[in-house]
């Protein structure tokens, strides 16, 4: 595509003498904690709350700030990561994460803590595409199933725990303690990695296009800002904070996708999307982290104010099906490298159709083990569908496209969660409304405000599982990629 590249393709570092399972262990490591980050702290908001003496409106920013640094930075990554070299960027990470972490740790007041939370997730948005973009370098495609796999496990496992987890720390020890506890992990990861990782990707040090990198940082970060904001306690989709930043969002995506395509050297080569198995995968992966949303959402806040547990018996609830997929993820991976996409993601969007259905049958009678066999069931149909797909799609790209592709992937997955929680929380309460609205003089004043949550669940449950239909078809247009000849 450019003069760089071209020349990097011809010249790719020879891997054959590097021994990829202590930099698949040491990039496990790294991902796992920095991800475990991203729920850890959820569970700690009412005691955050109390503590830094601020409205559940602010400290909300400790997850959107999150979500929007990692939304802003990934985009950037596919430059970044043609700049540095693998340990660079990955000791980078880490080390940022890190360093958050301890300013976390040590917060003094809530603007100290936002200021680490931020540093955290610059962290985090360098570590995912790293991660995938290093795998995709360092094994041949009919070895990728089994090692995505690998990540797979990390990248769901890590967030199932995180609320569990974070509900027993806090049981005995307050909320810096969730901070203290994985500032050790990160130190030890850097320590590995100064050891163990090796340089595995291709340095061509493409031309910096200010112009896109700050269309790039509007576009994407307003998409995710705006949706994070409907979602919120005070907002909607028709306060002017949203709606404007969404426009504003959207036409600065606009051009930066106008921009890519015109351009000799993209920042985000878009002509990804040219390979047909690459664009239908990305397209299916947003249907069903929508999907997926929708039940990650919506099952704690059932939980916790329609049948009454505490958080931290939610987080029990929701945790076999987290570990279930965390360990199905390898075993997949591993089907996939034997027998492709299709036998893996056409059963498991069928069973995410029907387990959406299930969903939507739940009330205030239903019993906590059949809420976690629905969840089991939901969690081992992602499992099949989630790095299989993404591992089909990156396979077909020629390598000099890797570090776009990963960034693409990830980007997108972030936005699809930014509007999954927004639009599935609008759901939710829109049919809460609409139930207190017909039924406030039939029902018992009592019982009203479960009811009405549990009809608005539904509501939510329902849109979900149009989702999961439409990720079904498109689930059988699926082939089985293979790598393109290099040039």
Sequence with gaps: MNAAGGAASSQHKDLGDIK???????????????????????????????????????????????????????????????????????????????????????????????????????????????????????????????????????????????????????????????????????????????????????????????????????????????????????????????????????????????????????????????????????????????????????LPIFLQQGLMFTAFTAGLILLPGGILNGFLSPVTGKLFDKFGPRVLVIPGTAILVVVMWLFTQIDLDTSKGTIILYHCIMMVAISMIMMPAQTNSLNELPRKYYPHGTAILNTLTQVAGAIGVAFFISMMSAGTKDYVIENAEKVDPEKLGALALNAGIHNAFYIGMIFAIVGLVLSFFLKRTKAPEEA
Excluded: H
């Design 20 to 298: 990829r399972l202590p930099i698949l262990i040491t990039l496990v490591i790294g991902a796992f904690f920095s991800i475990l980050n991203e729920t850890l702290l959820n569970i700690a908001f009412v005691d955050l709350v109390k503590d830094l003496n601020v409205s559940y409106t602010t400290i909300q920013w400790l997850s959107t700030s999150y979500m929007l640094v990692v939304g802003i930075l990934i985009p950037i990554s596919a430059l970044l990561v043609q700049w540095f070299t693998t340990r660079q960027m990955f000791l980078g990470a880490m080390i940022l994460f890190t360093l958050g972490t301890l300013v976390c740790a040590l917060a003094p007041d809530f603007s100290v803590l936002l200021s680490g939370r931020i540093i955290q997730a610059f962290g985090t948005g360098l570590m995912l595409p790293v991660m995938m973009n290093t795998i995709l370098v360092l094994y041949p495609p009919e070895k990728r199933g089994a090692a995505m796999g690998s990540i797979g496990l990390v990248i769901m496992f890590a967030p199932a725990i995180g609320p569990t987890l974070s509900g027993l720390i806090l049981e005995s020890l307050d909320w810096r303690w969730l901070f203290y506890l994985v500032f050790p992990f990160g130190v030890l990861s850097i320590i590995i990695a100064a050891i163990y990782l090796k340089n595995v990707s291709d340095v061509t040090k493409p031309k910096v296009d200010i112009l896109s990198i700050i269309l790039s940082t509007i576009g994407f970060g307003g998409i995710v800002y705006g949706f994070s904001s409907a979602g919120g306690e005070n907002s909607g989709w028709s306060s002017p904070e949203v709606y404007l930043t969404l426009i504003v969002g959207g036409l600065a995506l606009l051009l930066f996708i106008w921009r890519q395509l015109i351009s000799k050297e993209p920042m985000l080569n878009l002509r990804a999307f040219l390979s047909p198995m690459f664009a239908l995968t990305t397209v299916l992966i947003i249907i069903v982290m929508m999907a997926m949303f929708s039940t990650l959402m919506l």
